[in-house]
């Protein structure tokens, strides 16, 4: 489904304008990022949850050349699906 599908579809199923459901889902992205920035986990309750999660410095291989080489730390971002959600789509 497409971003257009989808608030087509939501603005059907909401009785709104695509213009207000687009809006609705912007501030929610914008929300989900400054919360997760900000304490490290946003949840969507029965969809899931955005963690910010530190990655450790390891070591890894060049699949070229077979080289060793370090891989720095880093901050990821990771989803985790909702046990609600896992249930109603398997």
């Known amino acids: 489904m497409t971003k257009s599908e989808m608030l087509q579809h939501l603005a059907e199923k909401l009785s709104k304008?695509?213009?207000?459901v687009?809006?609705?889902?912007?501030?929610?992205?914008a929300v989900a990022?400054?919360?997760t920035k900000k304490s490290g986990e946003f949840t969507i309750p029965g969809v899931g949850k955005l963690v910010k999660k530190h990655r450790a410095e390891r070591m890894g291989r060049n699949p070229a050349t077979g080289e060793q080489i370090k891989i720095?730390?880093?901050?990821?971002?990771?989803?985790?699906?909702?046990?609600a959600a896992k249930e109603a789509i398997l």
Request: hydrophobic share 40%; net charge positive; no cysteine.
């Open 17 to 20: 304008t695509r213009k207000e």
């Open 22 to 29: 687009g809006e609705m889902l912007d501030a929610l992205a």
């Open 33 to 35: 990022y400054e919360e």
């Open 72 to 83: 720095p730390a880093k901050t990821v971002v990771k989803f985790r699906v909702a046990k």
